[in-house]
């Protein structure tokens, strides 16, 4: 079951990618903003059609909803901020350094997040944490000489 949950991590990771290079090329052609209104109304679009074949309709549970903490109902605004900001960003430098980046800020908060958690935060994930930033660091670097 790990290497099922493993692998769709990975498709998942794949998508943020593929997603972000699509969106970058409809805001070049429409808007940033277009794109992304566009982008999450199709998302609630394919949510909702899934939800109801899957699970024959949406059910509102008010006292449900009503025990969720407020900040977790921000989702939907950081997903349009993670939109926004690829549109822009993904034009201006290879994806390949948007795709780091990108996993850097989600490593660092995933840690920020097991640590506050009260989840212990091995010597494993730093390492390996590190090993990823140098890289990035020394992908730059080279890059920067190509260019002199």
Partial sequence: MVVLYGLLAVLAGAMVTVSS???AQVG???GIYTATLFNNMLGTIVSGTIIILLFGGIEFDTVGIQRIPTWA??????????VVGSNIIVP????TYTSLLIFI???TIGLLMDYLGGNEISMGKLIGFLL???GLLYNFY?????EI
């Fill in 92 to 95: 201006q430098i290879p994806i």
């Fill in 142 to 146: 080279v890059d920067t000489l190509k």
């Fill in 105 to 107: 800020g989600q490593f």
């Fill in 73 to 82: 109902l921000l989702g939907g605004l950081v997903a349009i901020i993670i």
């Fill in 21 to 23: 290079t699509l969106n």
């Fill in 28 to 30: 070049r052609k429409h």
């Fill in 132 to 134: 990823v930033l140098m």
